[in-house]
């Protein structure tokens, strides 16, 4: 007969408990009770469906298979569950890992397994065992000096469980524990819980504890107590007495052999102090006798008696030393004093300057709310010069300095409309280029050797290809094809990204450039700006994709040095250092370009443009005058459209790109990205 105390089926997706007794009686002496916990690692309600069904699948197998022994079919049973559960979790990608553990009690023996985490234990004479390797094997799990670890259910297809026989008796305890009540509570926790208490209540004792420490994962725990039936009574009463376990007779036959040899050993103690008590009189004879040959002080001499003159002279002395002894502790005092009220001042000063920092800071930002950054930069200037002054004092807290600090820079940005800081990922990030696709905006940093992607809501960047790693050289410049990316390094190397999937372009004749400006792309066509030449260099696909190239496609080089960025949107736009544009098209199958007249006609002052974009989809052409800190729309026959100021307060922008459907110009000023609004 068995007593069971389990704590059921978690929630949150987190574990299964079957206990299943059949209700015929044919069935329940042959294939008897069976029991069943498995632990979903990490908690999710797909992972309880998976686990509830390789348990209902394990639990039918077993008492449907009637063409071998209990063990056999057990094995079998758990073997097609391993296999259920491989295909299920495969489904996963791995995110899901499975554990269980099983015991089947059939008359007098029990079959258990376990795969994964969850352990299987039996509670016999108050002492704690573990499954052997072999049939009626117990190992004692204070003993154990080895682990024995299993696979996850699912994780191997081909997976071999152990299935362990054991002979039962009444009084013994059988425990499925999860792996991460083990793990938490200890194996002795188990124990303590088996023997004092009913099985019900122990399960409930675990669960409390498991909630009160917080334990992670399953809390899933069956104890299952055998007791005697009642018709099996007299049976029982005149079964023989159980002899002691092996290891408990080994160890009492050691521990009585060496029990008398510890008795008779020698008491160092006594052998110390018989050996220390003549010393100790030597030594104190020595130092009696180098007492007594040291000089003795001389007799002192009958003194005259002193006069009444005298005493009076020794009293004004004496009276005059206290008097200066307390004029020196008085002025030591009030120095203390002055100085604790001049500390006390400071401390007071430093307080109320960072109170009127806190302020001015709260102005700025509800100014800043309003839209009125006239203000909010007035305030937010005047806390950062409170602030400056009040670091300097010497009772200054750097922390709180340092926390102010922190504060006044965020709502600068706020204000400057930065929407990321690569500082924070890497210090010495300064992009020079800047692109986008649909995943996010990209910006090649060669100062640090670094591609960024910067994307996410709230905006945060990582490095798409970064120097010395997969041999990519130094990041020069960045362009957008499609949802891919193309970009160039120092090693004169076109690379291509797109997803986690990177391809190297191997462009024919670069020994032929001088150096690379800036790249571009249309059609499937490479455009090499080579600055330090002048020329542009174009690499064309031929029939089989192959690019074919150098080809110099401008009809006259430029002077050298001069170019300085090109866009291509079918037209060809060349950036110069003066800052004009000019504009080429080939014309029918011509190997060079035409150029073309380009006379901007400008509203304001003529911009000395440092950047260009031109995209085919897009309906503009973007200049970006760095000087100026202004972005100009210009319509394709030079007429201006519109200027947008960017921030003046931060370092002149290095890159820009125009997203015309989001109708935001981004730029990058030193290691910040701003989005600046060009919304008519």
């Not at 425990?175 to 122990?202: E, F, M, Q, W």
Request: proline share 6%.
């Amino acid at each position: 007969m068995t007593t069971v105390g389990s704590t059921g089926a978690g929630r949150e997706g987190r574990d299964v408990v079957l206990a299943f007794e059949p209700e015929t009686a044919a069935t329940l002496r042959t294939r008897g009770r069976a029991y069943f916990l498995c632990e979903v690692d990490p908690p999710s309600q797909r992972g309880r469906d998976i686990a509830a069904e390789v348990v209902e699948t394990a639990r039918h197998d077993y008492y449907y298979d009637l063409s071998a022994g209990n063990e056999v079919a057990l094995r079998r049973a758990l073997r097609k569950a391993n296999r259920q559960a491989a295909q299920l979790v495969r489904e996963l990608r791995g995110r899901t890992a499975l554990h269980a553990a099983c015991a089947v009690i059939v008359n007098n023996e029990l079959y258990a397994a376990r795969v994964g985490r969850a352990q299987v234990f039996l509670v016999r004479h108050a002492r704690l065992f573990l499954p052997g390797d072999e049939p009626n094997e117990l190992a004692d799990f204070v003993h154990r000096t080895t682990t024995r670890q299993a696979s996850s259910l699912g994780s191997e297809p081909d997976l071999l469980p152990l299935v362990w026989r054991q002979t039962i008796e009444a009084g013994d305890t059988i425990i499925l524990a999860s792996g991460s009540i083990v793990d938490a509570l200890g194996a002795d926790a188990l124990k303590n819980a088996a023997i004092t208490l009913h099985p019900r209540a122990a399960a409930e004792h675990i669960k409390n504890r498991s909630v009160a420490e917080d334990v992670g994962g399953s809390h899933a725990v069956i104890f299952l107590e055998i007791a005697a039936a009642s018709g099996a009574a007299a049976r029982l009463a005149a079964g023989p007495e159980s002899a002691p376990a092996q290891e408990v007779v080994i160890a009492e036959n050691i521990r009585s052999r060496i029990d008398p040899i510890w008795r008779r050993r020698p008491r160092l103690g006594a052998v110390l102090a018989a050996i220390a008590a003549p010393i100790g009189r030597a030594v104190v004879s020595a130092v009696a006798v180098v007492l007594e040959l040291m000089p003795r002080r001389r007799p002192e001499l009958p003194r005259r008696q002193e006069s009444a003159r005298s005493r009076q002279m020794r009293l004004q002395r004496i009276t005059s030393l206290l008097a200066a002894a307390l004029l020196l502790i008085t002025v030591g005092i009030g120095a203390v004093v002055v100085n604790d009220y001049q500390e006390n001042q400071i401390v007071n000063e430093f307080r109320i300057a960072v109170v009127s920092v806190e302020t001015d800071i709260a102005s700025s930002r509800s100014f800043a709310d309003r839209e009125d950054t006239e203000r909010a930069w007035e305030r937010l200037e005047a806390a950062s010069k409170r602030l400056e002054d009040a670091a300097g004092s010497p009772a200054a807290d750097e922390v709180r300095v340092e926390e102010l600090r922190r504060e006044i820079r965020s709502l600068e940005d706020r204000l400057n409309s930065v929407i990321f800081d690569l500082a924070a990922v890497d210090p010495g990030a300064a992009p020079v280029r800047l692109t986008q696709t649909p995943n996010g905006l990209y910006a090649a940093d060669p100062g640090s050797g670094k591609l960024w992607r910067i994307f996410g809501e709230p905006v945060t960047a990582r490095v798409v290809l970064e120097r010395g790693r997969d041999q990519v050289g130094t990041p020069l410049t960045v362009v957008a094809q499609e949802e891919a990316l193309l970009t160039v390094d120092d090693g004169r190397v076109v690379w291509r990204a797109e997803g986690n999937a990177l391809d190297r372009i191997d462009l024919p004749g670069t020994e032929t450039w001088k150096g690379v400006t800036d790249l571009a792309t249309f059609v499937g066509n490479i455009y090499i700006l080579d600055g330090p030449s002048g020329q542009l260099w174009r690499y064309e696909p031929d029939f089989q994709d192959e690019l074919q190239g150098p080809v110099a496609f401008l009809p006259e080089p430029l002077p050298a040095g001069s170019p300085r960025a090109v866009a291509v949107d079918g037209d060809i736009w060349i950036l110069v250092a003066d800052g004009t544009v000019q504009r080429y098209r080939r014309q029918g199958i011509d190997p060079v370009l035409t150029r073309l007249p380009f006379a901007p006609r400008w509203v304001e002052a003529a911009p000395k443009a440092t950047a260009i974009q031109a995209i085919d989809a897009q309906r503009w052409i973007w200049l970006l005058d760095g000087t100026a800190r202004q972005v100009v729309q210009v319509a394709r026959d030079g007429r201006e459209i519109a200027r947008y100021a960017l921030p003046a307060r931060l370092p002149e922008p290095s890159a820009f790109f125009v997203s015309e459907g989001q109708q935001i110009a981004y730029t990058i000023h030193g290691s910040k990205v701003v989005a600046t609004s060009v919304a008519r």
